[in-house]
């Protein structure tokens, strides 16, 4: 998977394509993902509800951040804890999780999300 690296981009008024850097990971090698079907995708899941530090790496690289990188790992923490997609302090990923399955309409989501934080809802 590529995506943009967003820092490069912070601070221009614009760019040209050739002037774009990405940040790609391997979905196998740096993920442990080696199937892409249903069985895969919900050990996935499984993986990503059971590791908050893992969950935070694969979204900041999915912003363009690189996780692996401290000012960019933070950068990206900064902006999903601004939009509400972790907790503020304790970066829990609960919301995301509820966005993720728990989510057909806006109460489903809703109800999921006042106890997402939970030792319960985490375990």
């Known amino acids: 998977m590529e995506f943009l690296n967003v820092q490069a ?7 040209s394509y050739s002037d774009l850097d990405f940040n790609s990971f391997d979905l196998s ?11 895969g995708l919900d050990d996935f899941r499984k993986r990503l509800e059971a590791d908050d530090n ?6 900041v690289s999915k912003l363009g951040f ?8 933070k950068q990206g923490l900064q902006i999903l ?8 302090f304790k970066h829990r990923t609960g919301e ?7 989510s057909l309409n806006p109460q489903e989501f809703l ?13």
Do not use: E
């Not at 893992?54 to 979204?59: A, I, N």
């Not at 804890?81 to 503020?88: A, I, L, M, Q, S």
């Not at 999921?112 to 375990?123: D, E, H, K, S």
């Open 9 to 15: 981009t912070i601070g221009k008024s614009g760019l």
């Open 29 to 39: 090698k740096d993920w442990g993902q080696t199937t892409i079907d249903p069985i």
């Open 54 to 59: 893992y969950t935070l790496k694969y979204l």
């Open 66 to 73: 690189n996780p692996l990188d401290g000012p960019q790992f």
């Open 81 to 88: 804890t601004d939009y509400d997609v972790v907790t503020r």
């Open 96 to 102: 995301y999780l509820c966005l993720m399955h728990y």
């Open 111 to 123: 109800d999921c999300a006042a106890t997402a934080n939970t030792r319960l809802f985490l375990q």
